[in-house]
């Protein structure tokens, strides 16, 4: 009797990418990072792709292997990009320094790919983002985690584990990071750590990918100087991303960095890059002034959104949860008290047609995380907010412990 083979790879079989948490139709969503539908800068967009087009028919076209936009994809936009990350690149930062990638989660999978060999020790945040889980899963890289508090990653236990792979000959080669709105914490990485993160990536020698996905979306306080401006060594690669700022549909992310790495990722880069349109159209989407004047009301808007939030979280969720008020990114992380079945609570909260992720999706091992939920705030309308967060507040309290006695 002749087996069906299976065509998948081991790979593909063991570490599968799901999207997790896209249900059907939920009646209140606080689940993916999603921006707000309400806000897409339509207008302005279509008049950008349609002013490109007609400027230069040539942007229909790939890139050219000539001047190297190809694999580090359209000029107009790097130059507008290599302007805005300022000087974190260094006074003689060029093109060279900047390349454009399909979402920055384009950027992080080239990254993780030109870098990591199978058994190479990569560093992830524990929690983190879960794509960056299976990535490194699918790599065979060899992983280990690193607690994230208030104040992002604990550099003293990076610290830690880096010295005793290194003494043990298994030294970390990469570490992935998300400091600023980490997901799914949205802790800010203290400048201290930010520092040291920098200084122990020249001891040992390490890269450090530093996902800025996030990062413009900030509602209180003053920015944070990357990990990439205390960098003196060229191992910092930064990332970053239109898709929670403009729309994901652009697909449009980057890599900014020293030239050398971005040679290695252009190296290892098979997609043909970027679509030359969507990246002039971005350009002068930016030089217009649209970008800032768009960001301005999204920032008021997610702010509002976030506070909320927040307000109904208070009202429905107290002495039951407990979190902190994001000062930006698109995302709630409440802590379930002991007292909240989580299972049941989330169970409940599902079936009454709430969709949020269970804190288990962002730790490489599921048993942590039970008692934690990512609720975001970015999709959902504004005026189901509280709505949504009543069906969530009753189905804790109807799950806690004392409820069930
Ligand atoms: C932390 C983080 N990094 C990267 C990405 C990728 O975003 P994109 O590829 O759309 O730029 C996401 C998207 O959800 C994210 O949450």
Redesign the pocket.
Known sequence: VSKTPDLRAAAARLTPFTYVGAQSAPGWSFT??FPDPAHFPFEELLACLSDAALEDPGVLQYGGPVDETLRYGESTLRAELLHRLGDDLGPSADLANVMLT?????A?ELAFRAFLDPGDVVALESPT?P?AIVMARQLRAKLVTVPVDRDGLSVDQLAEVVASLDAQGNPVKLVYT?PTFQ?PTGSVLHPARRARLAALAAEYNFLVLE?G??AALRYDGDPVASVQSYDAGGRVLRVG?F??TVA?AL?I?WAAGDARLLETLASARTDLGVSHWAARALALFLRAGHYDRHLDRMLAAYRHKRDLLHAALVRECAGLADWELPAGGYFFWLRLRELVDAGAATQLAADDGIACRPGEQFFGLPAEGAQLLRIAFSQIAEDRIDEGIAVLGRALRASSRKAQA
């Open positions: 993916g990072g399909t979402g920055s989660i384009g992080i983002w794509a998300i997901t996902d996905t996030y991303s898709s929670k994901p697909r992310g």
